[in-house]
């Protein structure tokens, strides 16, 4: 009896992100023999999901959208790094080496946009992992979906440290026509010896800025994030005073500050590479981070030293562009997370 072929091989079925953290606690990632491995040294395994959007709370968003899981910048303080055990990998070299595509992400956000029940609240785009890390120059993941949100006119703000960014001036427009739109440019210092030792994996300070011109010259809402500053690596007044004046030389719209804060995954990683690398400074840290926040009084005299800048060189805070924002929040909370 004669067959037919498929009119498209559509090639074996990527497994679950579920899957995936079967396989990793089974047999760590070695198990994962699909992850191609790319000039970066780090290995990419393509994943399905089921959703798209991620409800959190306690945020001035309701929503998150992350289409990688994993980044490749490395950032010792990153926040996120304590997520990846939700796919039993661990906070340190996993985080920055293991990264999840999530391939049917834009279909998936698609659909869920198309929802009736969909209210087209404010989403925040890159909470979890940077959307404009190098391998989005080839998947393209995050792109596609600025164009679904800006045909559902679904307002969004997105954070990231890569200068790619400006690859999709042309969509973030059509995005700020149809809703609103901003970009948080993360840039915690332009010291370089800070950014060498703290964001190993990230675009230099100047380049990230640069970006951040060329946006603002499009039309197109931007600011900088001063976040985290880091105690002992860019809390200085001088170092604050450089980051701030540099901001207000590349024309950002608008700053924000907050300082470091250590929870879970993250915390342990950080301390063990403060222990390898400045063994003299772990005291001062132990005691600076009792607890998961440093001292109130603390975070307050460096966030009031930002602001004073903040004045002396004309640049708006986060509040005075139309944004409502406590700098002492924590990062979000996802709800629930789902596989």
Same mark, same amino acid.
């Given at each position: 009896?004669?067959?037919? =072929?498929?009119?498209?091989?559509?090639?074996?079925?990527?497994?679950?992100?579920?899957?995936? !953290?079967?396989?990793?606690?089974?047999?760590?990632?070695?198990?994962?023999?699909?992850?191609?491995?790319?000039?970066?040294?780090?290995?990419?395994?393509?994943?399905?999901?089921?959703?798209?959007?991620?409800?959190?709370?306690?945020?001035?968003?309701?929503?998150?959208?992350?289409?990688?899981?994993?980044?490749?910048?490395?950032?010792?303080?990153?926040?996120?790094?304590?997520?990846?055990?939700? /796919?039993?990998?661990?906070?340190?070299? &996993?985080?920055?080496?293991?990264?999840?595509?999530?391939?049917? /992400?834009?279909?998936?956000?698609?659909?869920?946009?198309?929802? =009736?029940?969909?209210?087209?609240?404010?989403?925040?785009?890159?909470?979890?992992?940077?959307?404009?890390? #190098?391998?989005?120059?080839?998947?393209?993941?995050?792109?596609?979906?600025?164009?679904?949100? !800006?045909?559902?006119?679904? #307002?969004?703000?997105?954070?990231?440290?890569?200068?790619?960014?400006?690859?999709?001036?042309?969509?973030?427009?059509?995005?700020?026509?149809?809703?609103?739109?901003?970009?948080?440019?993360?840039?915690?210092?332009?010291?370089?010896?800070?950014?060498?030792?703290?964001?190993?994996?990230?675009?230099?300070?100047?380049?990230?800025?640069?970006?951040?011109?060329?946006?603002?010259?499009?039309?197109?809402?931007?600011?900088?994030?001063?976040?985290?500053?880091?105690?002992? /690596?860019?809390?200085?007044?001088?170092?604050? &005073?450089?980051?701030?004046?540099?901001?207000?030389?590349?024309?950002?719209? /608008?700053?924000?500050?907050?300082?470091?804060?250590?929870?879970?995954?993250?915390?342990?990683?950080?301390?063990?590479?403060?222990?390898?690398?400045? =063994?003299?400074?772990?005291?001062?840290?132990?005691?600076?981070?009792?607890?998961?926040?440093?001292?109130?009084?603390?975070?307050?005299?460096?966030?009031?030293?930002?602001?004073?800048?903040?004045?002396?060189?004309?640049?708006?805070?986060?509040?005075?562009?139309?944004?409502?924002?406590?700098?002492?929040? #924590?990062?979000?909370?996802?709800?629930?997370?789902?596989?």
């Amino acid at each position: 009896m004669a067959t037919h =072929p498929l009119l498209f091989d559509l090639g074996p079925r990527k497994p679950t992100t579920r899957e995936i !953290a079967d396989r990793v606690k089974q047999g760590g990632t070695a198990a994962l023999t699909e992850a191609e491995r790319r000039a970066d040294d780090a290995r990419y395994q393509e994943v399905t999901c089921r959703s798209a959007l991620n409800r959190v709370e306690g945020m001035p968003f309701n929503w998150t959208l992350n289409p990688y899981r994993g980044c490749t910048h490395g950032c010792h303080y990153c926040f996120a790094r304590r997520y990846h055990v939700q /796919f039993e990998m661990n906070a340190d070299d &996993e985080f920055a080496s293991v990264i999840l595509v999530k391939r049917n /992400f834009v279909e998936v956000l698609a659909r869920q946009l198309d929802r =009736p029940s969909w209210t087209r609240e404010n989403v925040a785009f890159g909470t979890a992992t940077d959307p404009y890390q #190098p391998i989005e120059g080839h998947y393209k993941l995050t792109r596609r979906c600025v164009e679904t949100l !800006a045909r559902a006119r679904t #307002p969004i703000g997105l954070i990231t440290k890569g200068p790619m960014v400006v690859r999709d001036k042309d969509v973030l427009q059509d995005l700020s026509r149809a809703a609103t739109c901003t970009i948080y440019m993360s840039v915690p210092t332009v010291d370089e010896d800070a950014w060498r030792i703290l964001e190993p994996g990230t675009a230099h300070p100047l380049q990230r800025l640069r970006a951040v011109r060329e946006l603002v010259d499009a039309g197109i809402n931007a600011g900088v994030l001063m976040a985290p500053i880091v105690p002992g /690596f860019s809390s200085s007044r001088d170092k604050l &005073e450089r980051t701030v004046k540099a901001i207000a030389d590349h024309g950002a719209r /608008f700053a924000g500050c907050n300082v470091m804060y250590l929870q879970d995954g993250t915390r342990t990683h950080f301390m063990k590479f403060m222990a390898r690398e400045f =063994p003299a400074m772990v005291p001062r840290y132990e005691k600076l981070y009792a607890k998961k926040y440093p001292p109130d009084a603390y975070r307050k005299e460096v966030q009031a030293m930002v602001r004073t800048l903040q004045d002396r060189y004309a640049v708006r805070g986060r509040e005075d562009a139309g944004e409502r924002i406590d700098e002492s929040a #924590p990062e979000p909370e996802q709800v629930g997370f789902t596989w």
